[in-house]
């Protein structure tokens, strides 16, 4: 099936710290699995893989989002948040980092 990818290129002109990098995406799934270096989303009528690269250690953490309002969507509950995570990066001038987000539909692979 098809893939959208979304590729960062994080630069700087003098050396910079990041105390904390994160990426969060919000889904409407209703399980959340973690395989190997993906996570697996199934819902009602979809099954999709994220994958995060980074040239930096990542944690991956999924929140649940119960009844506050990071689980209100204008088209319906989210009830979980994936939350990708990083601490103290740094980026030299001369040493760009570039990370990607990629979601790959799996709709048409039997489930597990």
């Known amino acids: 099936m098809g893939a959208l990818t979304r590729i960062e290129t994080l630069t700087a002109a003098v050396p910079v710290a990041i105390r904390a990098w994160r990426v969060a995406v919000p889904t ?3 399980t959340v699995i973690s395989s190997g270096d993906a996570m697996l989303l199934t819902g009602r009528t ?3 893989r ?3 690269t980074t040239p930096w250690n990542t944690e991956v953490q999924v929140h649940a989002t119960g009844n506050d ?3 209100r ?3 319906g509950h989210i ?3 994936v939350v990708y995570e990083a601490h103290d990066l740094r980026i030299a001038p001369d040493r760009p980092a570039e990370w990607r987000l990629t979601y790959q539909s799996l709709s048409n692979e039997a489930k597990p």
Do not use: M
Request: no cysteine; aromatic share 12%.
């Open 79 to 81: 009830p979980f948040h």
């Open 46 to 48: 979809a099954r999709f």
């Open 73 to 75: 969507g204008a088209r």
């Open 69 to 71: 309002a990071a689980g």
């Open 50 to 52: 994220i994958t995060v």
């Open 28 to 30: 409407t799934a209703s």
